[in-house]
């Protein structure tokens, strides 16, 4: 093998014994087509690497694919490297683990020689490697950026002997295993942490504080046994109701500006919009029928899953909010409902907008179905006394769930660290313990 000389400050801190080549002297490019179209349909992604298509489906009936036939479709066999090109530069590209076949506009690469294909998906998948692919891919914007082969072609990488190749890649699988496993673990744990915030609210909201008082039949299924002296009612007799229509664009966002964008892929992740909410628009979105203020609880009335049809949002700031699509927002009116109660108590009876839901891939209800919820409404005192009882006996909770998200954060940053290093022949990271 012909050492070629490359200076690039991440290839300096390869061992020197190890070798420097092109991509295109430890690749070649394939283009074998399906004659059938029958073979397992693959696709990739910078989130999970090449995969099996129908393992992505939400419904065994849905269609595989959109297009006519899969005729013409390009082969990949196990170990082949797939590069959507439209992508590459964002990390979506890998080593396939399947044979199968893949869109004729993506690239299908085959290992030379004596090299671990795994090793070179590692690599690929790095911050240095993926700051390369950008540099070479053509187009003006992100979203129109290409990595064609020829380009692809001429970025250097390490080539390692093939022994210490092997070495890495037993290394990061075992440290990702680890890794995997410390998700797994916290995940569980950040679950069980909303069960029981879930089960305090529930409490609060149904039975208040007083553990002596008398109940009676609500009448209700989601509510059961209230205390008697608690009123029912619909909540259309309690707030307003605003259905958001506004689509903002991602380059529409801005750092700051007028308005609040309640956009519906940004508040479904949040449970309240505060001054840390940092998208906003300017006066041509305006819309006097979609505005939002302080106290005004957002509900997400479209979701791809059941269990986040329903979330709803406390808008916690003094500013006007916009509110985007997919959503929905009651605006408390009565003087005998509290905000913040009316908010916790939308926690729990949201849940009775899932039995509405229609679609298959998407799940949504309309503002018809919101106005036939029923909740309970104690005084007014006790309600204040409801919403202090809730925060106090939730902060911990809260607190353990952004601890245990932050370690998963953490832990994800030390897997790309431990990758970039390892591919780069460094082994200095400590062992993680699952």
Request: glycine letters at 6%; hydrophobic letters at 35%; aromatic letters at 12%.
């Amino acid at each position: 093998m012909v050492q070629e000389t490359y200076k690039t400050t991440w290839l300096a801190n390869a061992p020197e014994h190890w070798n420097t080549l092109r991509i295109k002297n430890i690749f070649a490019e394939i283009d074998d087509r399906s004659e059938t179209g029958k073979e397992e349909l693959l696709s990739v992604s910078h989130y999970t690497g090449v995969t099996k298509k129908k393992d992505s489906l939400a419904n065994e009936d849905d269609f595989i694919s959109n297009a006519k036939t899969l005729v013409g479709y390009k082969k990949v066999a196990e170990n082949d490297l797939v590069s959507n090109i439209m992508l590459a530069w964002n990390g979506s590209l890998g080593i396939s683990k399947y044979n199968g076949i893949t869109s004729p506009a993506y690239c299908v690469y085959r290992i030379k020689g004596d090299n671990n294909p795994d090793y070179y998906g590692y690599l690929f998948s790095t911050a240095f490697m993926k700051a390369e692919f950008r540099k070479k891919s053509y187009g003006i914007i992100d979203s129109r950026l290409r990595l064609y082969s020829d380009k692809f072609f001429s970025i250097p990488a390490p080539v390692p002997p093939k022994t210490e190749q092997d070495q890495i890649v037993a290394y990061i699988k075992e440290q990702s295993k680890k890794i995997k496993h410390f998700i797994k673990k916290k995940q569980t744990f950040i679950a069980l942490l909303k069960e029981q915030r879930q089960a305090v609210l529930n409490k609060a909201v149904t039975k208040g504080v007083n553990p002596n008082v008398k109940l009676k039949d609500s009448g209700i299924d989601w509510l059961g046994d209230i205390p008697e002296h608690w009123k029912v009612t619909k909540i259309n007799g309690l707030c307003n109701f605003v259905r958001g229509n506004s689509s903002f664009k991602k380059d529409e966002l801005l750092n700051k500006g007028k308005y609040v964008a309640l956009q519906y892929g940004k508040t479904y992740k949040v449970d309240e919009v505060d001054e840390n909410f940092q998208f906003y628009v300017n006066e041509e979105f305006y819309k006097s029928t979609q505005t939002i203020k302080f106290g005004d609880i957002i509900v997400v009335s479209t979701s791809e899953t059941i269990e986040d049809l329903g979330h709803s949002v406390f808008y916690n700031r003094n500013d006007i909010g916009l509110l985007g699509g997919e959503q929905m927002a009651l605006k408390p009116y009565a003087e005998n409902i509290d905000s913040k109660f009316l908010y916790y108590s939308s926690k729990v009876f949201t849940k009775s907008l899932q039995k509405f839901a229609t679609g298959v891939k998407v799940f949504r209800f309309n503002i018809n179905h919101l106005k036939t919820i029923y909740t309970s409404v104690p005084p007014k005192e006790e309600q204040a006394q409801i919403v202090l009882h809730i925060k106090t006996e939730t902060a911990k909770i809260d607190q353990a769930i952004t601890q245990a998200q932050k370690e998963i954060e953490l832990i994800k940053e030390y897997k790309e660290a431990m990758i970039a290093e390892a591919v780069l022949g460094k082994f200095n990271h400590k062992i993680v313990k699952s």
